[in-house]
């Protein structure tokens, strides 16, 4: 089993709807958890960040993480063409072992047609 | 401020050569990290460097090997290239030394083995 699990999807919604993106993983360890938006051609951009459980809003943008479900997601609100990129969860945990390592999801596929 | 930058935007090899691969961290960022992004899979973790040393490594076989200069820039050696080592190589920096921190990438580059 990969320890992140994301659906890749492709995922295709009118402007204005609200997405809803998620992960799923594995390890327990994992304790931070971000989310990165690739546009295509480009390097991955950090867009959330959160420690532990809880939600964090930023703009237009809410990720929730639930750990006793090992579950991650991203909403996005109003959803603007600009959004459509790749989406990609990625987590880390404080072992040593595992210091400098991110672990990420295949990304998902977002178009947002007008 | 500028970001994270590597060359070249392409590289084209034929399988058995070595590929070499640069990149140059955000000033000020003293850790630089490598990954690999081939088609349908998200980044794998390659290498993470700080202060000239290598801290951590991911699942990859000897011949992808690295190293960091003194002032910070990077360079990922793949030896006795396969047609699977094909991929997006995206490298990312981060200020500090714990590997805990923020990582910012750059726009990778495109490796093409034949």
């Known amino acids: 089993q990969k320890e992140v699990e994301q659906d890749p999807g492709p995922l295709s919604v009118p402007e204005g709807a609200i997405v809803s993106l998620n992960c799923t993983y594995s390890n327990s360890a994992f304790q931070y958890f971000m989310w990165y938006r690739q546009y295509s051609r480009k390097g991955p951009e950090l867009l959330m960040y959160?420690?532990?459980?809880g939600n964090k809003e930023d703009g237009r943008f809410t990720a929730q993480v639930d750990k006793s479900s090992k579950y991650i997601s991203l909403f996005i609100r109003d959803s603007q063409p600009s959004d459509s990129a790749t989406y990609l969860c990625?987590?880390?945990?404080?072992?040593?072992?595992?210091?400098?390592?991110?672990?990420f999801g295949r990304g998902t596929q977002l178009t947002v047609w007008p | 401020e500028a970001g994270v930058t590597q060359s070249p935007t392409h590289l084209i090899k034929t399988r058995g050569q070595q590929a070499t691969l640069r990149c140059s961290p955000i000033s000020g960022h003293t850790s630089v990290y490598w990954y690999q992004q081939a088609l349908g899979l998200g980044l794998q973790f390659l290498l993470w460097y700080d202060e000239g040393e290598e801290r951590n490594r991911g699942n990859f076989p000897p011949r992808f090997s690295g190293r960091q200069f003194p002032n910070y820039s990077s360079e990922l050696n793949v030896n006795a290239l396969e047609l699977e080592d094909s991929a997006l190589y995206l490298c990312?920096?981060?200020?500090?030394?714990?590997?805990?921190?923020?990582?910012?990438f750059g726009p990778g580059t495109r490796l093409l083995v034949l």
């Open positions: 959160t420690y532990s459980s």
């Open positions: 990312a920096s981060s200020l500090g030394s714990g590997g805990q921190e923020t990582q910012y």
């Open positions: 990625a987590m880390r945990s404080n072992r040593g072992s595992t210091l400098g390592r991110l672990y």
